[in-house]
């Protein structure tokens, strides 16, 4: 992230509100690990989700730091593209679930228990 910004000041000044938001979040997150150190955790998580698929960009390099697949039904014309994701995000997104595995896999227990419990009460 300090690499985009600094890259940002001396090279081009073209941040986007994709990169704004992505600072936005890693200082709330910072905050929070300060506070409450497991829902730091699950943030970095959702934090790296979103950033996996572009939604939030930590690198200045978006045409070139992402990839995507696409399956060819019959012939060239008809393809199905998957969503751009960012390869190296997704290398650190990895790296900390295995590190992190039975935090994360708690949260994601807690968070389908709350979708369950609103959809049978309706």
Same mark, same amino acid.
């Given at each position: 992230?300090?690499?985009?910004?600094?890259?940002?000041? /001396?090279? @081009? /000044?073209?941040?986007?509100?994709?990169?704004?938001?992505?600072?936005?979040?890693?200082? $709330?997150?910072?905050?929070?690990?300060?506070?409450?150190?497991?829902?730091?955790?699950?943030?970095?998580?959702?934090?790296?989700?979103?950033?996996?698929? /572009?939604? $939030?960009?930590?690198?200045?390099?978006? @045409?070139?730091? !992402? $990839? !995507?697949?696409?399956?060819?039904?019959?012939?060239?014309? +008809?393809?199905?593209?998957?969503?751009?994701?960012?390869? @190296?995000?997704?290398? $650190?997104?990895?790296?900390?679930?295995?590190? +992190?595995?039975?935090?994360?896999?708690?949260?994601?227990?807690?968070? *389908? *228990?709350?979708?369950?419990?609103?959809? /049978?009460?309706?």
């Amino acid at each position: 992230m300090i690499y985009s910004f600094l890259y940002f000041i /001396n090279v @081009e /000044n073209l941040i986007t509100t994709y990169h704004i938001l992505g600072l936005i979040l890693l200082v $709330i997150n910072i905050v929070l690990y300060s506070k409450e150190f497991d829902l730091g955790i699950n943030i970095t998580g959702i934090i790296l989700i979103l950033g996996t698929f /572009n939604i $939030i960009l930590f690198f200045p390099e978006l @045409e070139y730091s !992402s $990839i !995507s697949f696409y399956v060819k039904v019959f012939d060239d014309k +008809n393809q199905i593209k998957s969503p751009r994701f960012n390869k @190296e995000i997704l290398l $650190i997104f990895i790296v900390f679930l295995l590190l +992190n595995w039975k935090l994360f896999l708690g949260f994601l227990k807690i968070i *389908l *228990l709350k979708i369950r419990n609103f959809f /049978n009460k309706t």
